[in-house]
């Protein structure tokens, strides 16, 4: 009787064991080789992503380092004017970062409300057939080149919307047309994250409310979204790191003179604007004036940084499992 038992396959007496209430022998379980190979790439493709984005900050962080031991980091952060290429240079980068806050600005109070009623539409109101219908229309305003929205902006938007339509006095180039036509670029993304997060509220939490006397609006509205909200904040964050790393719509549309914006309608050099037009200019490489690309990037980088970082925070605090 022992030499069987002995003799038995592990699998057995795995199975005996669970059988008799004991714990499972898991000794002998082995991972196989299709299972290896998967964990392997995953791995790899993680190391990979880290690997790219270390590349990134060194390759923005070495030439800024340069240019920063040439030009303090409270005049550039503090500065006013902004002109790098001019006989006598200054570095001050807050009619960048002003017009930049401005297009963003504008482009989340286009986007947010749009895209938030789309979303509580498409998730809460439309059918199953007009949601496969409509979502995919919705989700290939994505898909437009930028290029193409800059010139949107340009020649339609800013003569035609603004002056004729609205009355708004605004010139060719102008801070008030770059941000709305981005609001209409990242609309999709706020639409479809936000979509996504309320479709994934349980269906009890909806039926409760129908029980309690609430109609549809008041459980969209007061039960629906605040369920979803982590969700949503993750989808309008989103849609803010597209909004200030956009470079095309506002290198076309919102001008290329750095000064203090104060009014929408002003003309303004963004810092995606800036970087763009610098890249292909004729500057030296490595001189001063050709390093200031990359300090602009590097601060760039810290806001994009720093607004993700808030969103994570917000994010995690606002989140329900369910």
Do not use: C, H
């Not at 340009?154 to 102008?174: H, M, R």
């Amino acid at each position: 009787m022992s030499t069987v038992r002995a003799s038995a396959p592990a699998g057995l007496r795995a199975q005996r064991r669970s059988v008799q209430g004991g714990p499972p022998d898991l000794s002998s379980s082995r991972p196989r080789r299709g299972e290896q190979l998967v964990r392997l790439l995953l791995r790899l493709a993680a190391y990979l992503s880290i690997a790219i984005t270390l590349g990134i900050v060194i390759s923005l962080l070495l030439p800024a380092l340069e240019f920063f031991r040439e030009v303090s980091v409270v005049e550039f952060l503090t500065g006013t004017r902004w002109a790098p290429q001019f006989a006598d240079p200054t570095f001050g980068v807050l009619p960048l970062v002003t017009a930049t806050f401005w297009t963003t600005g504008i482009a989340l109070a286009v986007a947010v409300p749009f895209g938030l009623g789309a979303a509580i539409y498409l998730a809460e109101y439309a059918r199953d057939r007009v949601r496969r219908v409509l979502k995919p229309i919705l989700e290939i305003l994505a898909g437009i080149p930028t290029v193409v929205l800059g010139f949107f902006a340009l020649t339609w938007v800013a003569p035609v919307v603004l002056k004729e339509w609205f009355g708004i006095q605004v010139g060719t180039f102008s801070i008030l047309a770059a941000g709305l036509v981005m609001g209409v670029m990242i609309i999709p993304t706020v639409a479809s994250l936000s979509e996504d997060a309320m479709s994934a509220v349980p269906q009890a939490l909806r039926q409760g409310s129908a029980a309690l006397g609430a109609n549809r609006m008041q459980t969209s509205l007061r039960v629906v979204v605040p369920a979803a909200l982590s969700g949503i904040v993750a989808a309008i964050v989103l849609g803010i790191s597209r909004a200030i790393g956009e470079t095309m719509i506002v290198a076309i549309a919102a001008g290329a003179r750095p000064q203090m914006v104060t009014d929408p309608t002003m003309e303004g050099a963004t810092m995606t604007g800036f970087i763009a037009r610098m890249a292909l200019g004729d500057a030296r490489v490595g001189s001063l004036q050709y390093n200031t690309l990359f300090a602009v990037g590097l601060l760039l980088f810290v806001l994009t940084l720093v607004v993700n970082l808030i969103a994570i925070r917000l994010v995690r605090r606002f989140r329900q499992a369910y």
